[in-house]
């Protein structure tokens, strides 16, 4: 690695800041000219709204420049959190900026090949060279292309992608009538199976409609698997951001565009087709992770009917408590109501796996009733 240090650049360009700054020092000016009153106290009104402008972008800048950028790396964190990649294969960096989202790639994942696209427009302090020259101190230069191209049309074949992340771009696509079609194109060059996260202002209904209509979308082109985190619920984000300006609007998503021949269509040649996703962690009484849920869906079955659903918890150790496997049988037998991480017994409440089988294991009463009642399930409904 280099001892260059890194510029990852600002989110707020200091052209940005110049410009608040001249136009409200200009308003200033002309509001000392002895001219008619209105006219005076329009300049007033228009130096203070300026002025407002600049001292505000000016503690974004701050704000987002503190500690050598740590929150923006926070934020780009989260994008990379939701890959469920084993790092093998092309990921793409669309908007790539100043290169920091595909050069964090680069180092989380050393046997992938990753390509960075940006416009790099003349109002951002970004370019190919200082991607380049990043890359090249991190030690990285050799997996990281950087190619200038626009997110509205991206220069790649259909599914030339494993991967595809973005981060705080899409709404910047001027060129896009509908900001939706860049996530479409985005899309688009991600292969069957492959994994997206982006993030981008999408809960603003100006760019994007409505959140749950948003997700609508995206799954009529196809995609399978489509999910949605607001960033504010995952990561802090200081007051005075938190507004449709700046970061207010912020979220991010993630999934899998696993799409098949005629769209949702199931595929003819698979006599069963299952998919298998992992879903909340089980913990043990000192909140460590000794397992997690599966959930498989028969998506398609030949020989009996299809979309039939199975949540069973995995167990590292191979094991499972003994308060565990009574718990899992009786919400089969619908004796205990799962809603969530809680668990319901008649009157009694549970949270999460660890305190049921806890309670259970001390409740010799409480094993004979599950005793007797997953008796009566069994012989009742033949399970």
């Not at 420049?65 to 990649?85: A, P």
């Not at 427009?121 to 370019?127: A, M, V």
């Not at 028969?298 to 094991?319: L, R």
């Amino acid at each position: 690695m280099s001892c260059e240090s890194i510029n990852y650049g600002n989110w707020v360009p200091k052209k940005l800041l110049y410009f608040w700054l001249l136009l409200s020092s200009i308003f200033f000016v002309l509001s000392l000219f002895p001219l008619l009153f209105f006219l005076n106290l329009i300049f007033w009104f228009l130096t203070g709204i300026s002025l407002f402008l600049f001292l505000y972008f000016l503690y974004a800048y701050i704000i987002f420049n503190k500690n050598n950028g740590e929150f923006q790396t926070k934020l780009r964190n989260i994008v990379l959190e939701k890959l469920e990649w084993k790092g093998k294969g092309k990921a793409l960096d669309i908007g790539t900026g100043a290169a920091p989202l595909a050069i964090m790639l680069a180092k989380r994942f050393p046997e992938s090949e990753i390509l960075g696209i940006d416009y790099w427009g003349k109002g951002w302090d970004y370019s190919k060279k200082l991607c380049e020259k990043n890359a090249t101190i991190m030690g990285v230069a050799d997996r990281i292309e950087f190619k200038k191209a626009s997110a509205e049309s991206l220069p790649f074949n259909n599914e030339e992608f494993d991967v595809a992340v973005s981060n705080f771009v899409f709404h910047e696509v001027r060129q896009a009538k509908d900001r939706r079609d860049v996530i479409k194109e985005a899309l688009r060059v991600v292969r069957k199976g492959g994994i997206f996260s982006f993030q981008d202002l999408f809960l603003n209904k100006h760019y994007y409609g409505k959140t749950k209509e948003l997700l609508q979308t995206i799954k009529s082109w196809g995609v399978e698997e489509v999910n949605f985190k607001e960033t504010n619920n995952l990561i802090r984000i200081p007051r005075l951001l938190r507004n449709s300006m700046m970061l207010g609007k912020i979220g991010v998503l993630y999934g899998s565009p696993y799409t098949r021949t005629g769209g949702r269509g199931l595929d003819f040649i698979s006599t069963i087709l299952m998919r298998i996703k992992r879903s909340d962690w089980i913990k043990n009484q000192k909140g460590q992770k000794i397992g997690h849920f599966v959930t498989i869906i028969i998506e398609k079955n030949k020989v009996a009917p299809p979309n039939q659903t199975c949540t069973f918890p995995f167990y590292y150790d191979g094991t499972m408590p003994l308060g565990h496997q009574y718990a899992q049988i009786a919400i089969d037998l619908d004796l205990i109501i799962k809603k969530g991480s809680w668990y319901t017994l008649g009157n009694q409440n549970f949270q999460g796996l660890a305190e049921l089988n806890e309670i259970v294991l001390k409740d010799k009463e409480l094993i004979k009733k599950l005793d007797e009642a997953i008796k009566i399930g069994i012989k009742y409904r033949k399970i």
